[in-house]
């Protein structure tokens, strides 16, 4: 049986995966009205991983006997002004949920919890990647520094984007 606290804190991270989704849909959107089909693309594929991070949360609560406790969901932003704005927003919010991720891993660890501990060190890896990803695209759109030829090599590129295995 999980301890309180720790489902509780699962269950905030369950509502902030899905957070993110919704916010990664609202940058797909974005580049849809621009017509940059790759970077719509890239965030489309975001939002289907972000779903995937909250299933995975759900059913492991459901597995230990714990209950998921559905809740609302703040709105994201949704008005974006450029490609390299959306990007760092994307990178600021993942460095966000890095920390809530290590929070978690911190509390399972106290409570000697390693059934959690073990469970979100898929999570502790994941995070190194995406950061590590919205890094390197943030580096290319600033290497083309708004050369509209070089943004749509990179719009081509994103758009060749496969989903993630799990
Ligand atoms: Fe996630
Ligand atoms: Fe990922």
């Known amino acids: ?3 309180d606290r720790i489902q509780e804190m ?3 991270q369950f509502h902030k995966e899905l957070y993110s989704a919704h916010l990664y ?3 797909s959107s974005y580049f849809l009205t621009q017509d940059l089909d790759g970077f719509a693309h890239f965030f489309r594929l975001q939002a289907d991983e972000e779903m995937m991070h909250a299933m995975k949360q ?4 459901h597995e230990v006997d714990g209950q998921v406790t559905i809740g609302t969901i703040p709105a994201p932003e949704t008005s974006f002004n450029s490609i390299i704005e959306v990007f ?4 600021e919010h993942e460095k966000l949920v890095t920390r809530s991720i290590n929070s978690i891993v911190k509390a399972a660890l106290d409570c000697s919890d390693f059934a959690t501990h073990g469970f979100m060190q898929w999570f502790v890896q994941e995070q190194i990647e ?7 695209i943030i580096a290319k ?17 994103l758009l060749q984007r496969q989903p993630e295995e799990e």
Do not use: H, P
């Open 10 to 12: 699962i269950n905030e």
């Open 1 to 3: 049986m999980i301890n």
């Open 58 to 61: 759900f059913d492991y609560l």
């Open 141 to 157: 759109i600033k290497l083309a520094d708004g050369n509209k030829s070089t943004l749509y090599l990179l719009n081509e590129e």
């Open 130 to 136: 995406e950061e590590s990803t919205l890094r390197t």
């Open 88 to 91: 760092e927003l994307a990178l």
């Open 25 to 27: 849909l609202a940058m």
